[in-house]
Nanobody
Framework: QVQLVESGGGLVQPGGSLRLSCAAS????????MGWYRQAPGKQRELVAR???????DYSESVKGRFTISRDSAKNTVYLQMNSLKPEDTAVYYC????????????WGQGTQVTVSS
């Protein structure tokens, strides 16, 4: 059974930082591209950051220079370091795992709420 469990969300003031974690189980971690997406109220889910290969990453323009995606293969965990947070970063953040070759193997976590507000 595949599980992606996010943690690390919460309430933070503008300009603050948070680090999200996503622990994966039930998959061969190295066979999957891991990523983070978010969905704000009334909006569609959008890409935040993802791995497109073992070493390459892709970021939304709105978070470039502020957010960093990383992973620890020994822990089957992917992280999202978020700095200089803005109110417009407020959303539910979802972890995603998609198989590198079999795109239909596409899994989502349950989401973690990030609220940026003073």
């Amino acid at each position: 059974q595949v599980q992606l469990v996010e943690s690390g969300g919460g309430l933070v003031q503008p300009g603050g930082s948070l680090r999200l974690s996503c622990a994966a189980s039930g998959i061969i971690f190295s066979a999957y591209h891991m990523g983070w997406y978010r969905q704000a109220p009334g909006k569609q889910r959008e890409l935040v950051a993802r791995f497109t290969s073992a070493l390459s990453t892709d970021y939304s323009e709105s978070v470039k220079g502020r957010f960093t995606i990383s992973r620890d293969s020994a822990k089957n965990t992917v992280y999202l370091q978020m700095n200089s947070l803005k109110p417009e970063d407020t959303a539910v953040y979802y972890c995603n795992a998609v198989h590198r070759l079999l795109g239909q193997r596409n899994y989502w976590g349950q989401g973690t709420q990030v609220t940026v507000s003073s």
